[in-house]
């Protein structure tokens, strides 16, 4: 069974904080993705990676960092956390051939919730 | 860039049909696909069209209209389970654009 998984549920953390999110495929997937979920909003990209070591910016990367080391593993680094930071942080997984008749179909985990005070 | 359209708030009655509407404007269209979100958890796929016309499978359906730059889900027989957020994404040159969701409830 296809899976990602997010190393944390739920974090609370101060203003100011440096924040690491961990996500994990275990689909060998070249593409790996970081979106954030707000009521009101959807799902807004914030940043991708189609490859170990390389990374590019989505919609909003402003205030977030991210790091590809291994093709399984991609993070997302919050430098200093910030009250308007506070979300639902959803990270997934893809490649040019994966899920229903190779549509590129994302795969996702199950989410982390961050609170930022 | 892209935009994406489609209502907030559905509502319907169990065992009812609802269609949920999505229009799109993009630069670049590589195909759209719809997901399922319950509360508290993932994105899951629904379905994907990337040609016109209408796909089916079971109670759900989609149509895509790429001159029009529209796509409806469309849920028949619904069931409580139904209630859930459901999401428009189109495929542009490398990534997904989300719509905001519809968030349907379906009453007894």
């Known amino acids: 069974d296809v899976k990602v998984t997010q190393s944390s549920r739920y974090l609370v953390k101060r203003t100011g904080e440096k924040v690491f999110l961990e996500c994990v495929q275990d689909m060998d997937h070249e593409n790996m993705f970081w979106y954030r979920q707000d009521p009101g909003l959807g799902l807004r990209l914030i940043y991708f990676?189609?490859?170990?070591?390389?990374?590019e910016k989505g919609d909003i990367p402003e205030g977030y960092s991210v790091s590809r080391e291994k093709k399984e593993r991609f993070s997302l680094i919050l430098e200093s956390a910030s009250t308007n930071q506070t979300s639902m942080y959803l990270c997934?997984?893809?490649?040019?051939?994966?899920?229903?008749?190779?549509?590129?179909?994302?795969?996702f985990g199950e989410g982390s919730r961050l609170t930022v005070l | 860039g892209q935009n994406i359209d489609q209502p907030t708030e559905m509502t319907a009655t169990e065992g009812a049909i609802v269609q949920i509407n999505c229009t799109y404007q993009t630069s670049g269209f590589n195909g759209l696909f719809w997901y399922q979100q319950h509360a508290g958890e993932a994105p899951t796929f629904l379905s994907y069209n990337v040609l016109d016309g209408l796909e089916e499978k079971g109670r759900f359906s989609s149509f895509l209209s790429r001159s029009k730059g529209y796509s409806y889900l469309l849920l028949k027989e619904l069931q409580m389970k139904d209630s859930a957020s459901y999401l428009c994404a189109v495929k542009g040159y490398s990534t997904l654009t989300f719509g905001k969701g519809t968030m349907l409830l379906v009453s007894p």
């Open positions: 990676s189609y490859d170990v070591k390389m990374k």
């Open positions: 997934a997984s893809s490649s040019p051939t994966s899920g229903r008749a190779d549509t590129g179909e994302l795969f």
